[in-house]
């Protein structure tokens, strides 16, 4: 087994010879990628269920298990990702700006790949393909940590990736799996400054946090995700209580999912009843605070609730007096994810819009369509919720740098 | 004396009203500044001798002195830096995409402030207002954490700013400073998550590296410069001469001067004792390779040498068989700042461009040009070495972040 070190300088090192592979030799990898992933889907299934029989051993639970599991069907869908990253412009040697300076210097500013991008995640092995797939796309050589629960399957899909890459004269070090899933092997590769260009974590609260504390290296931190949707005095009702069910309720377990209501006191009274009705086919337990109690059964809100991304079928609502206390609310608790108003009201929406501080704000639409796919960026490496580099879904343009290059004849400064 | 907390909650307050302010607005608040600064300079000088006197006593060298010191001249150089700031394009606001999809929502990607910008920097009370011009003008909030050797003097330019702000009906604490100059203040800083939208170290490679290790908040690295320049087998030998002598002595101190030359060694014999000629007037401390020192006279190159930024009148030369080991030199030794090339080949240009991973590379001129000004960018906040974010000088753009506005009708998924 190699060191995080010796995987680190092997990836950087390939990384130079990715970042010079021209558009049709790295679509040419995807789609084998693609097709190697099909044609070894018995050992990736096989090897994905020496993990399965381990997490069942240690009693991990049912949707974990799933998470986990490796069928055909999901086989299938990360090479078609893969097929799908290749029909993607590639962003790479794009020239972003070109000027001539008086003394007669040419400055051009170009898009070049980042490097080497560490991914640590958790226990989808499906993140194994697709995070290496985009960075494969964008130029980047790749090395991957994922958890202790899916090893074998990573390992497994890994070896496949790397494969193609040999057999395509392709420096397979441009994908690297750190096996080790000790706790120490990611404290290494958070510190391994000047190999790793930048590092994404993909998972839960907990691992994000973890990362953006102890990392030395760059850091884009992703996912954390506590929403709010106010229903604004001009609200159209029906649309609030439709949107609301639907940010709701359509997956709560995401990090677009709406976790609180924010409801002005004009519409309360008839807006939460409607609501109730809406929710409860999907069971959501309410937690409200005085006020929403006073008007519809509802177990009662603490300071936590505010705080707390449930990922799960439970929503906490405030009654606010104004579309300034809503804002203020959101400023002290949101996570810089996605926020939505539900209003019919311009001025009210403009202030919302200019006011609020997030990845994405909406008027009037469901906080779910925070998606790469539904950005219309055609594939997602997570979702963004600092303001530096990227922010939101983050396609291959957001996996690039850029670097100046200068041409003259001779001129000094 | 605030505390570093209660600053920051303060700035990042003030933040979400500079974030709202219209270009006419900021750009008065910029001259106005400079009107003060001029009109107050007698304060100012008289504040800057009271950091001179502690400096003195201190026994401080009198470069550092220099570096200190605020003269009518200096002040008079920022009230004209900041005019210079109100004339340029504001980026806030600016659409970047606008897309509608198929299900008929509507995606705005608009450029916004970062939120609040912390500085840590060291002596030259300059950078207390050239910063926070620049973070005004891109809408942001500045904490400013300068050294303590500037205190008097920060203190007093602080002031008039937060007068002028004042004046302006807007919140002061849009520029705040940090007038605790201990280690502590600064670790307090680098913690200040949710609060710091970004930490940008300004001085020498011990400060930005404490930084970067330390930091919790995101950090964008800067200035360190360890640039090279290749003299290739086809170069023109009297540009090479030029524009090495240019990139050595014009000024040795700054970041964007070059500390090794890397010589091919087909042409070493011929260019050596010119080069040395040219740099003697400059009294350039040599310390060269083996191959080197049977050309021409100096002193030996050991490893260290490869790896110092000398930041003085002294030049580390190697002698390599060919390109590729200038390259590979290079991506061992490079701080991803500036690095060029002489040659009047373009294959040879070609593949120096393409292979070297730095900010900028040069083509047949001096590495003096990476510079924001000297760039176009109208003002510089830094020269970042990393490649997330912002790469090479940063102007008013790089200050920035983006939002989605999303707009529908009722849209759920």
């Known amino acids: 087994m190699n060191s995080v070190f010796e995987l680190c300088t092997a990836a950087k090192s390939a990384s130079y010879e990715i970042a010079l592979l021209d558009t049709e030799k790295k679509n040419k990898i995807l789609c084998d990628i693609a097709d ?11 090897e994905n ?20 599991t490796l069928t055909e069907a999901r086989i299938e869908a ?12 590639d962003p790479i040697g794009t020239t972003l700006s070109d000027i001539t300076r008086p003394n007669g210097i040419n400055i051009k500013k170009v898009c070049v790949p980042l490097g080497v991008i560490g991914i640590i995640f958790e226990s989808r092995p499906n993140v194994t393909l697709d995070a290496a797939v985009l960075c494969l796309k964008s130029g980047n050589a790749t090395v991957l940590r994922g958890g202790k629960e899916a090893i074998y399957s990573n390992m497994a899909i890994t070896a496949v990736m790397r494969e193609v890459l040999a057999e395509n ?16 092997s990611a404290s290494e590769l958070m510190n391994m400054k000047g190999l790793i260009d930048v590092l994404i974590p993909r998972g839960g609260a907990g691992l994000i946090r973890a990362v953006v504390e102890n990392a030395k290296v ?21 649309m609030a209580v439709n949107v609301l069910t639907n940010a709701k309720c359509s997956r709560p ?17 008839s807006f939460l009843p409607k609501l109730k009705e809406a929710l409860s086919p999907y069971n959501v337990e309410i937690r409200g605070d005085a006020e929403c109690a006073r008007i519809i059964p509802c ?33 002290r608790y949101n996570t810089m994810h996605s926020e939505a108003i539900i ?27 925070t998606d790469g796919f539904e950005f219309g960026l055609g594939a997602e490496i997570g979702i963004s919720t600092q303001k530096m580099h990227a922010r939101g879904p983050m396609g291959l343009e957001e996996l690039t740098s850029i670097k100046y290059l200068i041409h003259g004849n001779g001129q000094i400064r």
Chains 1, 2 share one sequence.
Not at 351 to 356: E, R
């Open 169 to 184: 004269n392709v420096s397979p070090d441009a994908i690297c799996l750190i096996e080790d899933t000790t706790r120490n």
């Open 49 to 68: 269920e020496r993990d399965i029989a381990i997490a069942k051993e240690n009693n991990m639970r049912e949707s974990l298990i799933d998470r986990l």
């Open 78 to 89: 990360m090479a078609e990702g893969a097929r799908q990253v290749a029909t993607l412009p």
């Open 36 to 46: 190697a992933i099909i044609s070894k889907k018995d050992m990736l299934i096989c």
């Open 218 to 238: 760059p850091v884009i931190e992703t996912g954390a995700g506590n929403c709010h949707l106010y229903v604004d005095k001009h609200a159209n009702l029906e």
């Open 299 to 331: 177990s009662p809100a603490t300071d936590d609730d505010w705080e707390t991304e449930y990922n799960d079928f439970i929503l906490a609502i405030k009654i606010v007096k104004d579309i300034k206390e809503a804002i203020a609310h959101i400023a």
């Open 343 to 369: 209003t019919d009201d311009t001025a009210s929406a403009e202030l919302f819009t200019k006011s609020v501080d997030a990845a994405a704000v909406y008027v009037n639409a469901s906080t779910r369509f």
């Open 253 to 269: 377990s995401v990090c677009n999912a709406v976790e609180t209501a924010l409801v002005h006191a004009d519409v309360a009274e």
